[in-house]
C-alpha cells in the first residue's frame, strides 16, 4: 500500500524559501507513469494545483507560482521536493503532495498534508 507523507519546516518568515519533502513509500515514484503534483490550501480557501513532476522528469507549474515554485525528485530514495521562494503571508496553507496517472481527474494516493506557515 502506497503511503505519502510530507515534510517542512512549518513556519517560516515572508521572503524566505520554503523546501518540502514528499516521502512516498509501499511503491515507486516512478511506476505506473505517476504524475506526482504539490497542491494547496489556504485557509478558508479551495485547492490550488501548484505544479507537477512526470513520469519522465518534466515539469509543469501553475503560471501564477511558475516564477517562485521548483519541484524535483530524487529517484533513489523515492522522494519528491518543492521549493518555493520569496514567500509571502498569502502562502499559508497546508501543502500536500498527490499522485495520479495520465488522463485521470481524481488522484490515486494523497499525503495528509503539512501546514506551512509565513510571518510576515
Known amino acids: 500500500q502506497v503511503q505519502v507523507q510530507e515534510s517542512g519546516p512549518g513556519l517560516v518568515k515572508a521572503s524566505q524559501t520554503l523546501s518540502l519533502t514528499c516521502t512516498v513509500s509501499?511503491?515507486?515514484?516512478?511506476?505506473?507513469?505517476?504524475?506526482w503534483s504539490w497542491i494547496r490550501q489556504p485557509p478558508g480557501k479551495g485547492l490550488e494545483w501548484m505544479g507537477v513532476?512526470?513520469?519522465?522528469?518534466?515539469?509543469a507549474y501553475s503560471p501564477s507560482l511558475k516564477s517562485r515554485t521548483s519541484i524535483s525528485r530524487d529517484n533513489a530514495k523515492n522522494t519528491v521536493y518543492l521549493q518555493m521562494n520569496s514567500l509571502k503571508p498569502e502562502d499559508t496553507a497546508v501543502y500536500y503532495c498527490?499522485?495520479?496517472?495520465?488522463?485521470?481527474?481524481?488522484?490515486?494516493?494523497w499525503g495528509q498534508g503539512t501546514q506551512v506557515t509565513v510571518s510576515s
Open positions: 498527490a499522485a495520479r496517472r495520465p488522463g485521470q481527474n481524481d488522484y490515486d494516493y
Open positions: 509501499g511503491g515507486s515514484i516512478t511506476t505506473s507513469y505517476y504524475r
Open positions: 513532476i512526470r513520469y519522465d522528469g518534466s515539469t
